[in-house]
């Protein structure tokens, strides 16, 4: 996460094949893109953030959101 001198907020997302096919890759994509906008919502100053997707995050789906909202508060911190 890096702070902006404006507020303008991005985020982008790192999807590999290692993920899985594109259906898979895709789904991935969009759990951790309503994640982050939920995160970024609450934000007041502007941040680039990439979020980068490991093989696991096919696997197991149940998961994503403990180890996005660990990884979140680590990057914050």
Do not use: C, Y
């Given at each position: 996460?890096?702070?902006?001198?404006?507020?303008?907020?991005?985020?982008?997302?790192v999807?590999?094949?290692?993920v899985?096919?594109?259906?898979?890759?895709?789904?991935?994509?969009?759990?951790?893109?309503?994640?982050v906008?939920?995160?970024?919502?609450?934000?007041?100053?502007?941040?680039?953030?990439?979020?980068?997707?490991l093989?696991?995050?096919?696997?197991?789906?149940?998961?994503?959101?403990?180890?996005?909202?660990?990884?979140?508060?680590?990057?914050?911190?």
């Amino acid at each position: 996460m890096v702070s902006r001198p404006d507020t303008i907020t991005r985020a982008g997302f790192v999807v590999s094949k290692a993920v899985g096919g594109a259906v898979t890759r895709n789904r991935v994509k969009r759990r951790l893109r309503h994640m982050v906008a939920a995160r970024l919502a609450d934000q007041t100053r502007g941040v680039d953030v990439v979020v980068r997707a490991l093989p696991a995050a096919a696997t197991a789906p149940e998961r994503l959101a403990g180890d996005f909202a660990t990884a979140w508060q680590a990057a914050v911190a």
